[in-house]
């Protein structure tokens, strides 16, 4: 009997030592992360790709080049065009110079003839010239005046004609401009640009593979927060909000959890029937609704662990 009492005293002890080691929580689930998968925006070689899994990176970090040598000659061609234009114009000045310089000796010629014009009018009160005299120099200024007019106006029409010719060969230049443009922008893709902050998960691709545009080339989330994707029933459904705090409980190992500070984001609308690697607290319900719950990680929490959650003031059914 003595024997007996203290085979039975035993198990009461272990049994108490492991009820100490259990939490009591009230729902279960996955650590799970927002993942992106970079993919390649342009067909070519991989020239470089050094990223390995587990490297950190910062978002906008360059992590790989796509050979894009075919696209860059291609940009420089269109350059080449542009510059091209430019030697087509013409510079109105040269043509125009000869005509300026006979239209200066007009209107010198002209001063001339109306000085001479006053000095043959002053004769003729005299009687010292004749009026034919007075009228052929009249004729000569009205001669000049009308080619000074007709010098102005052959200036005028070569400037326009210059400026129109310019015009149509400058209006190459803008859409010249814009292919030069979507060409950079192909130059551009062909740069892998890490999109967020974050640690790589898996990596699909080797540096010096061919790529094509969409190809995967690395997966990669940020786990400095990790998500508790949990399941509650319909009963406890009535006791969560948006934005409240719960505790998040990790197996440690050896019956010891670590405890987290966790908010609760989102909330399925919609019901499901029980994951079969979750085992809700209660165990009688088919139907449960998805949570989902930030933690912020301290590096102990891995993707795919199982968590537990404590929420607060959670009445019992």
Known sequence: MKKLSLLTLSIALLAASCNQHKIDTDASGVFESDEVIVSAEQNGKLLSFPIQEGDTLAKGALVGNIDMSNTVLQRQQVQATIAALHEKTTNPLPQTELVKRQLAVEEAQLVQQQREKTRTENLLKADAATQKQLDDINSAIDVLQKQIAVSKQQIALDDSN????????????????????????????????????????TKYALQGEMTTMGKALYKIANLDTVILRAYITGSQLTQVKLGQAVKVYADQGSDQYREYPGQLYWISDKSEFTPKTIQTKDERANLVYAVKIHVKNDGYLKLGMYGEVKFPEMKKF
């Open 162 to 201: 210059i400026a129109t010719q310019n015009r149509t060969i400058y209006s190459e230049q803008a859409p010249l401009e814009k292919s030069a443009a979507q060409i950079q922008d192909l130059i551009n893709k062909g740069q892998v640009v890490n999109p967020i902050k974050g640690t790589v998960l």
